[in-house]
Every structure is written in C-alpha cells, then in structure tokens.
C-alpha cells in the first residue's frame, strides 16, 4: 500500500492563460528591497512576498492575464515555463485562498 502526503502532490496550473485576478481593495502593499509586505485590512493580517511573488504581485496590479503574465516572468527569469507555472499556480492559490485577490475571468 502507497501512502501519499501533500508533499508527494505536484501542483499544476489550474488556471487557463486568459484568466485573470483583481486585488482586494482591503489590501494594502509596500515594497521594501524589492521584496513586498502585503496588509489585508479585513482579516488583520499581513504577508510578505519574495522577490519573484513580488515580480508576480507587480504583473496582478498590472492586471495582466495569466498567459500574459507567464510570457513576462519566462523572458525575466533563467526557469522553464512548467516551473513558473507551478510556482505561479502556488502562490495564487495562496493568494486567492487568504481573500487578497479574486478571480475575475
């Protein structure tokens, strides 16, 4: 019998290229060191993002699409595009499931 834990789980990008979010007008963002901190206003909490979720970050405000937003992060960063879309698919489930940004479309 096989035993899987979520670590055994490889995300994948469930979001199509002309998906795209709107950030919470209860969110509050400051980059600091080209890392961002992220107030949410309605849950009294913060977040802080890394320099490549703060690349991310700056392409939501942007309101870019998914897709478009993969073409940008490939031409920025030395990583295959299945990697950034793990990574991207990650960071805005978290995203989404903390209530800092909303699927629109």
Do not use: C
């Amino acid at each position: 019998m096989t035993v899987h834990t979520d670590e055994d789980i490889i995300p994948t990008m469930k979001y199509q290229p002309t998906h795209r979010f709107n950030i919470s007008s209860e969110v509050l963002s400051q980059e600091v060191n080209r890392e961002t901190v992220l107030l949410d206003l309605e849950g009294e909490s913060y977040f802080g993002l890394n320099e490549v979720a703060t690349r991310i970050w700056q392409l939501l405000q942007s309101e870019q699409s998914i897709g478009e937003m993969l073409d940008t992060l490939e031409d920025e960063y030395d990583v295959s595009r299945g990697q950034l879309e793990i990574d991207a698919g990650v960071l805005l489930d978290k995203l989404k499931k903390a209530g800092l940004v909303t699927l629109v479309s």
